[in-house]
């Protein structure tokens, strides 16, 4: 069993203890409740042979991810497995488990692709070099490189519900061109002149400072460029069009907000509403709990 399939499972099962056992990890972690008294985020972890664990309790567990794997006990409350992390350098680069895919410390970029089987995305620069994403059906794999692109530590993370929803909305985005219906054109220009930006304008006028005519201007154009080029994917039926121009407006409002500040939670609320409804105006089929502007939005 990879270290990807003990995602999921009862700290109780068979599986998670002798993993807890061959990492020198402890068997009942220190709990910790949120202010419900939940578990959630309990972590086992051994510095010395560089393994870190979390697990979260069934009540916290079961919204985010679903049913775990095998027998559990709802009533205990009892602890799921939903992270592990990996630093093989910690352990004099000997890993006290055998990494996934067969990857090994000090695999350059090319390697780690050619063994996961996709490319690495969504690069970022660290205080340790560079981290990378890869995504799979049932779990997210962090892999960090160092400043010479070799494999330093690994991390895996189950999927979250949405995250799944919105990885299952991205595979079949070519499928959905049969569902992008043109003749909603007209509504899609009624609903995109219908932007929050009246709603800004009166908390302005009212003495909220947060906003100016500058920064409410910006968004103005942002928006009104957003609902002129979904009019445009509709018309050429482009399910993956309408993903992408709204991926470029979520992108285009981080900088904005960058700039002025403007975006709290009452106006994060509004836009996501806004944004929302005319991605589903065109026909585009989203899961009732899918947020299509978290992948990119930073505000």
């Known amino acids: 069993m990879q270290l990807q399939d003990l995602l999921g499972r009862p700290i109780h099962s068979k599986e998670v203890k002798e993993f807890l056992a061959r990492c020198g990890l402890p068997s009942n ?33 079961a919204d985010m991810y679903g049913e775990p794997i095998g027998s559990y006990n709802k009533e205990k409350d009892q602890l799921i497995l939903h992270e592990i992390s990996v630093y093989p350098e910690k352990a004099g680069g000997n890993s006290v488990v055998d990494l996934p895919f067969g990857l090994n410390l000090g695999d350059d970029k090319k390697t780690v692709e050619e063994k996961i089987g996709k490319k690495l995305t969504g690069k970022c620069k ?7 994403d890869a995504f ?7 892999v960090a490189l160092n400043f010479d692109e ?12 949405h ?9 079949r985005l070519r499928s959905q061109n049969k569902n992008i219906d043109p003749s909603r054109i007209p509504e899609i220009q009624a609903l995109g002149a219908k932007t929050p930006m009246a709603a800004w304008r009166k908390r302005m006028a009212e003495g909220d400072d947060m906003f100016s005519e500058q920064s409410i201007a910006a968004v103005e154009a942002a928006l009104a460029s957003y609902a002129q080029t979904l009019c445009e994917a509709t018309q050429k039926k482009s399910a ?10 979520v992108k285009a409002l981080n900088k904005i907000n960058d700039k002025y500040g403007l975006i709290e939670t009452v106006e994060r609320e509004e836009l996501w509403e806004w944004i929302d409804a005319l991605v589903r105006k065109t026909g585009l089929e ?9 992948e990119w939005r930073e505000w």
């Not at 409740?33 to 560089?50: C, H, M, P, Q």
């Not at 660290?126 to 990378?132: A, E, K, L």
């Not at 989203?286 to 978290?294: A, H, N, Q, S």
Request: a negative charge.
């Open 29 to 61: 972690p220190t709990p910790n409740y949120d202010s419900y008294g939940n578990l959630f985020w309990v972590r086992a972890t051994n510095d010395e042979k560089g393994v870190d664990s979390v697990f979260t309790g069934y009540v916290r567990y």
């Open 126 to 132: 660290t205080d340790y070099g560079f981290g990378y």
């Open 136 to 142: 799979f059906e049932e779990f997210r794999l962090i």
């Open 150 to 161: 070799r494999l330093s530590w690994i991390r895996l993370f189950k999927l979250e519900l």
């Open 163 to 171: 995250e799944k929803e919105r990885a299952r909305l991205k595979a």
């Open 240 to 249: 993956s069009a309408v993903y992408s121009r709204t991926a470029k407006l």
């Open 286 to 294: 989203l899961g009732e709990d899918v947020d299509i502007t978290e």
